[in-house]
Nanobody, 124 residues
Framework: QVQLVESGGGLVQAGGSLRLSCAAS????????MGWFRRAPGNEREFVAA????????NYADSVKGRFTISRDNANNTVYLQMNSLKPEDTAVYYC?????????????????WGQGTQVTVSS
């Protein structure tokens, strides 16, 4: 098991940037694929980005490609989501998740550990 705590959310104007962080507890963080998902009001939780255990493979939703970057620091048990050129439609609660799958999977059901989420609001 791994416990996950997100931070870095907030209110930003369209075109701005935010960096989300997800701190993980546990000694096996480096063995997990890590992902970011988001849930906007009235919508289901959707995939945003994922990174495999080594950081050598990443995967992005089409809606964020070229704007968001996922990265990880295994020495400090942290995964990041750098979000640039933010749009109002990026407004959502963002969740960090951990998976035992060895690749950067986008399937929500592949993730067994979830954080509580952090709110991101992008104003127009």
């Amino acid at each position: 098991q791994v416990q996950l705590v997100e931070s870095g959310g907030g209110l930003v104007q369209a075109g701005g940037s935010l960096r989300l962080s997800c701190a993980a507890s546990g000694r096996t963080f480096s063995s997990y694929t890590m992902g970011w998902f988001r849930r906007a009001p009235g919508n289901e939780r959707e995939f945003v980005a994922a990174i495999n255990w080594s950081g050598g493979s990443t995967n992005y939703a089409d809606s964020v490609k070229g704007r968001f970057t996922i990265s990880r620091d295994n020495a400090n048990n942290t995964v990041y989501l750098q979000m640039n050129s933010l749009k109002p439609e990026d407004t959502a609660v963002y969740y960090c998740a951990a998976s035992n799958f060895p690749f950067a999977t986008s399937y929500r059901n592949h993730y067994g550990n979830w954080g509580q989420g952090t709110q991101v609001t992008v104003s127009s």
